[in-house]
């Protein structure tokens, strides 16, 4: 329901911003000396104003920078415009690691350029780089990584008797309502147990595959086509999430994106946030210090809690960097991927706005390890992380993902009961994806450090 109205919202959005951007475009349409860059607009975003400015001057070029709606569906939504209208408006286009099969048609192939370059791609890690190849085109670069987590507040812990983060879902609602009651009573009663991302939109796919995953319900859609959602394991995660909403979290957590979370706790009125790595600098009060924030020093990060199963997930996200296919200045253009996804530019963006690195060896640099520790500290839970089922789906991954999320979201309004939307969701995803999938059960349990390690593979580096 709440897709379907965000549906013409996101209409009209996409029709002022190619209108402005075509606006813009009359001014600049003969200078071949300006790039335009599709960015996110999620957390900080004066470091890369910084960095990118910084290499324009260098090259005596103009750089615009365009900036993406919040949501990850509206921004695909929206890059699917740029494309389909072959548009010139865009060159450099920032795109979710679940994309590259949906947008490889209209890219530009990056392996030329990195060629030409000298780019020693086995910096990345493996896996990263490989899913940006679709049919042996390099369809972008990996800029930075994403993994979910669970923010914690420190002080607060101490206060109620806690001496570490919680390790179940279960423990983690136990202490949730225990610090709720407590900072309630102590009258702050804006304050909440546990914020998250359960609006109807990609991110929602995020946390739920981390509920349904650590319950041992599987990944929605498993490598070999099984389609695993109407099973027990999943249907209790998702009742045990909805017995959050209303209870340690706000009943409007069901509108809740990144942003909406990261509020919360950053105002000091939470105890528990599942977000993405860029929120801790912004909760140490940003680059530059700036940033307003109630929780310098009182909250670190964990590993997300374990289910059923026995084992935590981690969601895998991440961005790449890519060229549009109807870019008017590919050669600058990627250029410009290529010193954005360079060492030096992502240990810049590690200290600057706490984003995972790409590459392996800044996991052990000493400047990263000493001013953000987490990224060195949870290597395993990075290198673990797991992927929604965009390469097994491919082109249909969208269609899965808005299938689920509103199936999800349903379940956490209470507009439908968790077995009955499992149930219907089958059947729905038995539809979109056809010939060569069938539902099924999930495999067996699964732990951590059995899943495709990030580590260099022979294959992936032949393939190279
Ligand atoms: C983060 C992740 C991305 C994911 C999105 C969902 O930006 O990096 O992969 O799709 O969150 O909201």
Known sequence: MLYKASKSLLLAFVLVFTFGAMLHSSTYAQDAKTLKIFLGSVGDLKPDQAIVDRWAADKGVKVEFVYAPQSATDILAVIQQFLAAKSQDVDLIQFDTIWPGILAPNMLDLAPYVEKAGFDTTQFYPRLFQNNIVDGKVVGLPWFTDAGLLYYRTDLLKKYGYDAAPTTWDELTAMATKIQEGERTAGNSEFY?????????????????????????????EADGTISVNNPATIAALERAAGWVGTIAPEGVTTYQEEDARRVFQAGNAAFMRNWPYAFLLGQGGADGKTETAIKDMFNVAPLPAGDAGYGAAALGGWQLGVSAYSPNPDLAAELVLYLVSPEVQKERALKLSNLPTIESLYTDSDIAGQIPFIAQLVPVFQNASPRPSTVTASKYNDVSVAYFTAVHSVLTGEADAATAMEDLETQLGDILGDGFKVGMPPAAMPMGTMEAMMPTAEATAAK
Do not use: H
């Open 193 to 221: 147990g546990f914020v998250f991302q359960a609006n109807a939109y990609e991110g929602l796919t995020c946390d739920a595959l981390e509920w349904q995953f650590s319950n041992g319900g599987g990944s929605i859609v």
